[in-house]
């Protein structure tokens, strides 16, 4: 199983980035999957997540209030790739952000990519 972040960078307040995760190994489709992020000085924090495909219908995605209506989680299945589409970044948003796969809970993290760095200047 691996996982394999992308599309990190440097972006100006209000600007926009996509994150990707290439997955594999596993079966990328029936799999809940989560992004997280740890802010400089901070500890792990949860920022979305997507269950299976057919867990909730069309409401199987989830986000922590900090980012909602700004960051969407998405899956390509048939690239095998988690994405997460940030928007309104703001300098706060500044952090690691780590993909992985998740157990019943969507913070219940099992396996992680190795982290992509997004930085937010102000």
């Known amino acids: 199983v691996q996982l394999v972040e992308s599309g990190g960078g440097s972006v100006q307040s209000g600007g926009s980035l996509r994150l990707s995760c290439a997955g594999s190994g596993f079966t990328f489709s029936s799999t809940p999957m989560s992004w997280a992020r740890q802010r400089p000085g901070k500890g792990l924090e949860w920022v979305s997540g997507?269950?299976?495909?057919?867990?909730?219908?069309?409401?199987?995605?989830r986000y922590a209030d900090s980012v909602k209506g700004r960051f969407t989680i998405s899956r390509d299945i048939d690239a095998n790739t988690l994405y997460m589409e940030m928007n309104s970044l703001k300098p706060e948003d500044t952090a690691v952000y780590y993909c992985a796969i998740v157990r019943e809970r969507l913070w219940d993290y099992a396996i992680w990519g190795q982290g992509t760095q997004v930085t937010v200047s102000s």
């Open positions: 997507i269950y299976g495909v057919g867990v909730y219908g069309d409401d199987n995605t």
